[in-house]
């Protein structure tokens, strides 16, 4: 077996429960996530030199994951954007739903740094330092985009910010 299979199947069998609820709980979707976590694997496993390190092989994917779902939120919002000019968009009809799937819709509507800051923060139990290491802007940035999800949640959820906190 060579050297890379084992430490996937470690890791797999380790972490693979926690990568992929990271993933649904950025992307609010099962199959979305489990996309996303194995399009992550791929990526981290595809390079030459993996190491076999379980803690540092779940933070490569752990990257991958976050870095594809903003990715992949920006083309779907350029897509939005342009898809109009080639076809009318489906409508749907809401039904009633429980707290969950409200909680759901309202994460949809944060972009998707702010999406990704309020998971890091109230799911990974990360610092603001670590979240602006993980994502790559200043510690500022991070704290702008968890307030301005706190206000927009606070306000879709119909409760206060401070409860949010």
């Known amino acids: 077996m060579a050297d890379w299979e084992s430490a996937f199947g470690e890791l797999l069998q380790a972490r693979g429960g926690a990568l992929r609820s990271y ?4 992307t609010g979707d099962t199959a979305s996530a489990g996309d996303l ?14 190491g076999n390190d379980v803690a ?8 991958a994951i976050l870095n594809q779902y903003v990715d992949g939120r920006r083309r779907a919002k350029l ?6 000019l080639l076809v009318n968009p489906p409508v749907h009809e809401d039904a009633d739903v429980g707290i969950a799937d409200e909680v759901r819709r309202a994460l949809s509507t944060l972009s998707p740094k702010q999406r990704a800051c309020v998971v890091l923060r109230y799911y ?8 602006a290491d993980q994502i790559g802007c200043s510690e500022g940035t991070v704290k702008r985009h968890l ?19």
Not at 37 to 50: G, I, N, T, Y
Not at 79 to 84: I, T, V
Not at 147 to 165: F, H, N, V
Request: no cysteine; charged share 30%.
């Open 23 to 26: 993933a649904y709980l950025l």
């Open 37 to 50: 976590v194995q399009d992550a694997l791929l990526r981290v496993f595809s390079r030459l030199r993996v």
């Open 56 to 63: 540092q092989l779940e933070g490569y994917v752990r990257r």
């Open 79 to 84: 897509w939005r954007q342009a898809q109009h």
């Open 124 to 131: 990974e139990d990360l610092t603001v330092q670590d979240i």
């Open 147 to 165: 307030s301005d999800a706190r206000t927009k949640l606070a306000s879709q959820l119909g409760t206060t910010e401070e409860s949010m906190r």
